[in-house]
């Protein structure tokens, strides 16, 4: 029996990178939000003549200090999966690179504490959380809201939204909605049922 069971949702990002914590209930009508957040990660200024590689490495160290602390600041919360936005195809070899660093940090994380990962692309992440392939981001938004019950004043939703700007929430909700793409996974299922 576990005493209590957490999805880390991941939408990877090498700029920015959303993330969010879900309780898992043996009843996913009472899952619960923990947190959402984003990290974000600068380039180095042209002044500091840094090579774009040795950069890209120092961005990928910064993700790592973040997400270690966030997840111990969860209370040691006992991941048992780690759902995330399956890699789309970039526009650049240089976006893929970047991509796959952030992946590589993902998987990484998840081998040291020997979790799965789930995949979940776009598409069904908009089909899990909106019943529609089409919908747009404000729509995620909105559905994955109505799911959780969060309100604008709840804790979790104001802090993140002071937090963080506008333009880099969807990462996060985004992270959430591969929580919800992915939990009728074997893996989400059986983890309900040693609750």
């Given amino acids: 029996m576990l005493r209590a069971a957490f999805a880390m949702g991941v939408d990877p990002g090498f700029a920015t990178m959303g993330l969010t914590l879900v309780q898992l209930n043996r009843?996913?009508?009472y899952d619960e939000v923990l947190t959402l957040q984003v990290f974000r990660t600068q380039k180095s200024s042209k002044k500091q003549k840094v090579l774009a590689a040795d950069d890209n490495v120092r961005r990928c160290r910064?993700?790592?200090r973040y997400t270690r602390p966030w997840i111990k600041e969860q209370g040691g919360a006992e991941l048992v999966v780690i759902c995330a936005e399956a890699m789309s195809f970039p526009r650049s070899s240089s976006a893929a690179a970047k991509v796959a660093m952030a992946w590589g940090m993902i998987t990484t994380f998840a081998e040291l504490h020997n979790?799965?990962?789930?995949?979940a692309s776009p598409k069904e992440i908009k089909k899990a959380t909106t019943g529609?392939?089409?919908a747009t981001k404000e729509e995620v938004e909105e559905a994955l809201q109505i799911k959780y019950r969060m309100k604008p004043k709840d804790k979790v939703v104001s802090e993140f939204y002071r937090s963080v700007p506008k333009s880099a929430r969807e990462h996060a909700w985004d992270a959430l909605g591969?929580?919800?793409?992915c939990q009728e996974s074997e893996t989400v299922r059986l983890a309900r049922k040693m609750l």
């Fill in 27 to 29: 009843d996913p009508m």
């Fill in 62 to 64: 910064e993700l790592v």
């Fill in 115 to 119: 979790l799965p990962i789930l995949q």
């Fill in 178 to 181: 591969s929580v919800v793409a």
């Fill in 132 to 134: 529609r392939t089409s």
